[in-house]
């Protein structure tokens, strides 16, 4: 999961790319990462989702990021869940 702030583009940070990896790894373990590239439909990335207790949007957010060529950015937009977060000062 990455939190993304505007003007910043530390995108190949060590630290952030750690982050990552530890989130990804976290969000969807490893013992079922390798099945991400065999789901091919919503229906899939739901079913997937519920058998590993996480939120379709997930699913759809490393496949967008890890499989674009499957699943283009444009593709699953609906399993997301929107969060606004308001910077205060």
Same mark, same amino acid.
């Given at each position: 999961?990455?939190?993304?702030?505007? +003007? &910043?583009? #530390?995108? *190949? #940070?060590?630290? @952030?790319?750690?982050?990552? &990896?530890?989130?990804?790894?976290?969000?969807?373990?490893? @013992?079922?990462?390798?099945?991400?590239?065999?789901?091919?439909?919503?229906?899939?990335?739901?079913?997937?989702?519920?058998?590993? +207790?996480?939120? $379709? +949007?997930?699913?759809? +957010?490393?496949? @967008?990021?890890?499989? $674009?060529?499957?699943?283009?950015?444009?593709?699953?937009?609906?399993?997301?869940?929107?969060?606004?977060?308001? *910077?205060? @000062?």
């Amino acid at each position: 999961m990455r939190i993304e702030i505007v +003007g &910043r583009t #530390d995108t *190949e #940070d060590p630290k @952030q790319l750690e982050a990552d &990896r530890f989130s990804a790894d976290t969000l969807i373990p490893p @013992q079922y990462a390798s099945r991400l590239a065999g789901l091919t439909s919503k229906a899939a990335v739901r079913a997937f989702a519920e058998e590993i +207790g996480i939120a $379709p +949007g997930i699913v759809v +957010g490393r496949l @967008q990021r890890e499989h $674009p060529r499957r699943w283009p950015y444009r593709n699953g937009n609906d399993l997301k869940r929107k969060l606004d977060l308001l *910077e205060t @000062q």
